[in-house]
């Protein structure tokens, strides 16, 4: 199952950079970048995630659901980088909105903005790729 994982992911992250006009380097004053990982689902084994920061405060957010056939779920917006406290907030009502910056990763944050709790709480972190 890792290895379909890792296919799906690739696929995505091939899709997306084709298709992502500006993409920048992702330093601490900025962190524009792709991220990618499996957060956790309650009725299937995972939900595949994909993030795209763009340098020009825009966003593209992509989610497949693990095992559930080709749906696909893509979301654009904009975003607020707040660099103090490192927190980007997606302008949007239908996801989670806040996400935590950390060198080469983002951790998606609880609906509050407060970092995710418990046993799955390190499955929420994505990757830069």
Known sequence: MNKK???VMAL???LFILSCASVGGGNSSNPAGIYAGVIPAADCPGISVVVILNDNDTYKITYQ?????DSLFSYTGTYKWDAAAKMVTLNTKE???YYRAG????TQLDLEGKDI???FAKMYILRKI
């Open 65 to 69: 659901y693990i095992d559930r056939g």
């Open 95 to 97: 996801l989670p909105s």
């Open 117 to 119: 709790k418990g046993a």
């Open 103 to 106: 060198g080469q990763t983002l």
């Open 5 to 7: 994982i890792l296919l």
């Open 12 to 14: 995505f992250v091939s």
